[in-house]
């Protein structure tokens, strides 16, 4: 069995598009990202920013924060799970903030552990694959 640091090369040329509200957060996940060599969409705090790229560009998973300068992350979840998108929620919260209809969807401690996110993105028993 793969440990999670051995995912991080599945990044490659991957579109992840990064929901943070917080910049040096945001900025930091887009850099270590980029040196993996993914193609970073976004990064925004703005859910219905968010929901814009969505529509409008290519995004293969994403990595999202569940708190967006008071407003709760989870539309943007939604739609990405509609569209059959992984993704991970990334957050310094509880598990029992993530709502029932996400059962399996990693909550992964801040700061983001690029290896552990990998895993839970791109392992072929992730929920929407």
Known sequence: MKDASSYTKLFKRR???IVE???FLA???RSKLEKLGAIVVGPTGNIEQALKI???QRVDAAIL???LSGELV?????KLAELGIAFVFAAAYKPSIIPDRFPGFLLCEKPLAL??????LFA???PNR
């Open 15 to 17: 579109h992840i598009l």
């Open 74 to 78: 989870f539309a943007v979840a939604d």
């Open 65 to 67: 924060d569940i708190h």
């Open 27 to 29: 900025d930091k996940a």
């Open 115 to 120: 290896g552990q996110i990998a895993k839970a």
């Open 124 to 126: 072929p028993d992730h």
């Open 21 to 23: 509200d917080e910049h």
């Open 54 to 56: 969505i529509d409008e």
